[in-house]
């Protein structure tokens, strides 16, 4: 195996490994800072905070080091290289880079949205000087909140990384962002009336390794050290972004996308990042309910749940094929998996379906060409199909079911009178049936709809039960491609709604608490197509539902 | 030296000398003629023996760049001219292209020639009119003599020059800088490796010289290896890596003296010589303080480091960087360094691309230093801030992309070495040339 020696220490890397001195030092365990580099981005070796010296081991054994400072993106490994990143040298590069980053920015972290988590300031903290000795006045430049509907630009906080000029350039390709002017006058900028509105323009906040590019929608709102993250999935398309929800007492400010190699890269669409909103909405369920004849009868959890199981066993016993359940691709795999069972449970001829999957154009690829049309190779999907687990789901369906039944059948069967008593989980928050498609349940004899927002469905429902968004509880979630990843509850949703899971295992009679990892287990072994969840605990990355061995994966229906 | 007969400005200053009738008539063209029936590595050879070195500033020998290129390459394979002469008080090129633009156009189509290049770029900075308008009316000479064009001369070489005007900027001197403004983008120098020679314009193989070496080029192939080795410095022994510094070679003669213009000599003339000799002496009877050898990026030679040859090795000996574009600004002793070095800082303050960091920031923060001693607020640890500070920027320590740092650091280094007394005097006594700070730092 190619060794490389960073500051004394052997680090073993691959054949055909392209690594660079920045990724071999943090596999061994030493930081190189930098700031202009990015991994999913070009490389431009500007910011000059990544220096380190090299050399060479020669087969005697004798270390011949480069008289000169190397930029550590910018220089890939080979066997034999010795990489010395704590050198004297290299320190006094690194605090003068920081001091000439810190002559022209303003240190105005006290009202700046990225401390706590700036470059400037954890790098100043750990390898910068402490004291400026600039006495004259600093380049002042102008704040632009031109720059994009959801973006700002704070000018002078910026370090020109340039970053964010190469994102729009690579991965949205969209190039919005330049640089324009010279030496220390040069800003970011846009052509004039074409701000940077596409649909990734988000990430370029993100990639900010400063305060430079704010998010007008999370500006000025929290401190981000009062903020707690849990990890999660973004529930706005089959791409299943990893993100982080962050919150502070159960408000959500803001998602961010996580790296994930497996789902989507390092990035998320705007779609998905500010999406997020109904999460809050003041149209949010926050009681179960009976009714009767436009009249309530009750709104206690402990008096709904029962009546709602007698009901549907009465509606079962009246005529035991009449019942369908309807599970939304935005439940999770244990949601689906409960509610199978508990209408299984209430009779084994219950039919079970998919909900609706709401499909919005094409598949949107990036990086746009000069013509907006999709350039290869992709870098980013933003998939049509706008539900996170179809998949999920339609396995569990395809395991208790036998097949994947879509909603418009169960429409049509209620508007022949095959199906008089209807359960609906929901989670979509555009709605869990279409508006047009509404007025078809009006010959329901029972409709139950779980969702986690007031509409023409849940008005007409003689059961409401106030579930959870997506944020608010845990589960599994299967992406397009059949990655398997965890969510997270984030927060706790409003007073009175419960996590759907938590309903389910209510109306199912199971006794305890709704535990993610626990009911994977069980899932992996009743159903051959999920039994990679097995492992219970699927990690940061998620688990490939196809890892489980092909022989394994029966084909069902 | 006074029988020394000029060639490269030898019809300069003739009547019509730039028209392709003179040019021809005083035997122009015949240097392409024969080199087109060379094989192209032979007139790189013939150039490589010559020793001649470019002539932009970094004097790197010539015929070893163009060897460089990959073998066999399917092409196309690019020559790029650097016409973007920005390095102050330097002019050599722009008499060559005002006055005979067609001894720099044979050399280039000589050049194309030898590293099989069918496509040379003449990028000439933008501030040129008179050399573009001469240029291109060469160019279009040469076309409709058949000269360019397709089959040049049955010999079945094709050639096609471009003139490309920049838009004004220092660092697309900078080679790499001047590719990609070529290719239409902001001039931030590339990142090397991969030099030009293999990867550079339009990511093909691209060899950039300088205008006065492709005037050269056209003179070897007239006169010969042997009449170029006969001027100039031969190798220093006791240096291995030199390769002398042979040839004429144009210096530029500006700043405090009676007769400032463009003198061919051959390389290894002193600064001295070339104040009393050429220029006309100091002016108003005054004696040189300093003199900038080659560029303001060079740095300075003090009053008794006159007597260095300005071949290529001559300046580096003075602590200077190199003979750079061998244009000499004579700075007399009634002179501030305080403000020569504030305008050198100006310059590079305003003509850093702002790439990298350390260039971008400490440009502008040795011209804010500088701007504050003016003002009369200089404090004696400033002197060696400043030198930290321009001893952490370039190429050289490391620290950034291209050369243009280590340009702007050099005569900063220099000034406050060799006239600290100066600088210590004048923060000390708190003079104060200059009002309000604000007309110092008006950069544009």
Known sequence: MPTVIVNNKPVEIGPTEKLNCIQVAQRAGDEIPSYCWHHDLSVVASCRMCLVEVGEKKPDGTIVMQPKLSPGCQTPVKDGMVVVSNSEKVLAAQKATLEYLLLNHPLDCPVCDQAGECGLQDYSYKYGRGYSRLQEPKNIKPDKDYIGDQITLFTDRCIMCTRCVRFTREISGTSELQVVSRGTHEEIDIFPGDPCNNKLAGNVVDLCPVGALCSKDFLYQQRVWWLKSKNSVCPGCSTGCSITVDQNEDVLYRLKPRENPQAQGSFMCDEGRFGWKYVHSDQRLTHPEQRSGGQTISKDWDAVLPALRSALKDAVLKNPSKLAVVISPWATVEEAYLLAKFAKQISPNTRLALGQVRVDGEDDLYPKDIHGKPALPTKFTIRAEKCPNRRGVEAVLKQIEGKVVPFSTILDQVGRGEIESLFILGGDPEGAVAAADVGKLDKLKLLVVQDLLVSPVTAKAQFVLAGSAWAEKEGTFVNHAGLAQAIYRGLRGPEGSRPDGRILMELLGRSGLFHASTLRQEIAGAIPELAALIVGDLGEDGVLLSAAGKAELQPVG | ?444
């Not at chain 2, 490309?164 to 120098?189: D, F, M, N, Q, V």
């Not at chain 2, 020569?340 to 960091?357: P, W």
């Not at chain 2, 002197?383 to 920027?393: I, K, N, Q, R, T």
Request: charged share 25%; net charge neutral.
């Open chain 2, 1 to 444: 030296m006074s029988t020394f007969e000029p060639t490269l400005l030898a019809r300069v200053g003739k009547p019509e000398s730039q028209s392709l009738e003179t040019y021809r008539r005083d035997g122009g063209y015949e240097g392409f003629k024969k080199a087109l029936g060379m094989a192209p590595v032979d007139v790189v050879n013939l150039v490589k023996d010559s020793g001649l070195r470019g002539r932009g500033g970094a004097g790197f020998p010539t015929g070893l760049k163009w060897t460089f290129l990959p073998k066999d390459h399917p092409g196309p394979i690019y020559l790029a001219i650097n016409a973007d002469e920005s390095e102050p008080a330097t002019f050599n090129n722009r008499i060559l292209m005002e006055e005979d633009p067609h001894q720099v156009l044979e050399g280039i189509a000589i050049s194309c020639h030898a590293i099989k290049s069918n496509k040379a770029y003449l990028y000439l900075r933008y501030e040129y009119g008179r050399s573009y308008r001469v240029l291109q009316k060469a160019i279009d000479e040469c076309y409709a003599a058949g000269l360019f064009g397709k089959n040049i001369h049955g010999s079945g070489f094709d050639l096609d020059v471009v003139l490309h005007r920049g838009a004004a900027a220092y660092i697309c001197g900078e080679e790499t800088g001047l590719i990609e403004s070529l290719e239409g983008k902001r001039a931030w120098p590339r990142i090397k490796p991969p030099f030009p020679a293999i990867e550079g314009l339009f990511r093909k193989p691209t060899i950039v010289n300088n205008i006065e070496t492709m005037a050269c080029v056209k003179q070897i192939l007239d006169r010969g290896v042997d009449w170029f080795k006969s001027m100039g410095v031969p190798p220093d022994p006791k240096n291995p890596r030199d390769p002398g510094s042979y040839g004429p070679k144009l210096y530029c003669i500006s700043g405090h003296v009676n007769k400032p213009g463009c003198v061919e000599l051959p390389m290894g003339i002193t600064s001295r010589q070339l104040i009393d000799e050429y220029g006309g002496g100091v002016w108003k009877g005054r004696k040189a303080k300093a003199v900038v050898p080659g560029g303001i990026s060079m740095g300075f030679l003090s009053a008794d480091e006159l007597d260095l040859p300005l071949d290529f090795n001559g300046p580096g000996k003075a602590g200077c960087l190199g003979l750079g574009t061998a244009a000499i600004t004579v700075i007399d002793d009634q002179t501030s360094m305080v403000d020569v070095l504030f305008n050198c800082a100006r310059f590079f303050a305003h003509e850093s691309c702002g790439q990298c960091t350390p260039c971008r920031e400490g440009t502008a923060w040795i011209h804010k230093i500088l701007a504050r001693i003016r003002m009369g607020e200089g404090q004696p640890r400033d002197l060696d801030l400043l030198s930290e500070v321009a001893g952490s920027m370039g190429i050289i320590p490391g620290t950034t992309i291209c050369g243009l740092s280590d340009g702007a650091a050099w005569p900063i280094k220099n000034a406050i070495k060799k006239f600290r007394p100066e600088f210590e005097e004048y923060i000390k006594t708190g003079r104060k040339t200059v009002k309000s700070v604000d007309a110092l730092m008006e950069v544009h």
